[in-house]
């Protein structure tokens, strides 16, 4: 009964912050114009295996989430192949490293995120909070998960250890993929009609920042990382509605730099 009542306080908690977060991306209580940015990127390596859908930047290299085998793929930052991990996970679209795990993001059933140590050992395999589904971006910063979590539209932060939820950034946008964070803000990658774009949002108080506009010819971002002053995504090849590998940079490791 105990366990019952804290999940359905935190489930209280959560909405409601979801909506007052909301309403202040509307532009609820005199909030402030958010910031338009242009983006350059360039394109720099391949994936080991050609499908990166998620990313992760650490000390030893570029952790790259290999869509279709879902192995994490560590990468120094010239490319070279450093370490394989073969994971649980399905259809991996987001992945997060700290801890000593690897936190993989699945897209498919069974859904969730599988905690997976460096020798490929499934340490966990759980639902996201508050609904399950699956999920679009994953980071570890601080002892702290950051999920987009697609049924709840929302960045969700989560404890890993007791796995509560604690705190909800609503997003709007009709895309939402990787997340990158950076000095106190968390990064997404977006799109709408005008193509895919980035957001950024302040991680105390969930308030957009501002945004950046992807140009047509820019590869089609996917997972996001922050590195040495600039952001990192990659292009998974594969888009929903689009023919495989349609993108001219599909497979590749991109760097973007604001303007």
């Not at 532009?27 to 994936?47: C, D, E, N």
């Not at 560590?74 to 649980?88: H, S, Y």
């Not at 969930?206 to 590869?219: I, K, M, N, W």
Request: proline share 6%; hydrophobic share 35%; net charge neutral.
């Amino acid at each position: 009964m105990e366990t019952r009542r804290r999940e359905f306080l935190a489930t209280l908690g959560v909405g409601l912050l979801g909506t007052r977060l909301a309403r202040a991306q509307t532009g609820g209580g005199g909030a402030p114009p958010i910031t338009v940015r242009k983006a350059k990127t360039k394109t720099l390596f391949k994936s080991p295996e050609g499908f990166p859908n998620a990313i992760a930047a650490t000390q030893d290299g570029l952790w790259i989430g290999e869509q279709k085998t879902d192995n994490a793929c560590l990468v120094d930052w010239d490319g070279k192949l450093l370490k394989t991990v073969k994971t649980e996970s399905k259809n991996t679209s987001g992945m997060g490293v700290g801890g000593g795990y690897i936190w993989m993001g699945a897209n498919a059933a069974p859904n969730g995120i599988f905690q997976t140590d460096m020798s490929g050992k499934t340490i966990a395999h759980r639902q996201i909070p508050l609904g399950g589904g699956g999920c679009h971006g994953v980071e570890y910063v601080n002892g702290k998960l950051w999920i987009a979590a697609l049924r709840l539209r929302g960045i969700l932060r989560v404890d890993p250890k007791t796995w509560e939820p604690e705190f909800l950034i609503p997003y709007s946008v009709p895309r939402a993929h990787g997340t990158a964070f950076h000095d106190g803000a968390i990064w997404m990658v977006t799109g709408n009609e005008q193509g895919a774009g980035l957001i950024k949002y302040d991680a105390e108080t969930g308030r957009p920042l501002e945004t950046v506009q992807f140009a047509e010819s820019d590869p089609d971002p996917h997972g996001l990382a922050w590195h040495d002053g600039a952001l990192y995504s990659c292009d998974a090849g594969i888009h929903p509605g689009w023919p495989e590998n349609k993108s001219p940079t599909h497979s590749y490791i991109f760097r973007i730099d604001l303007l």
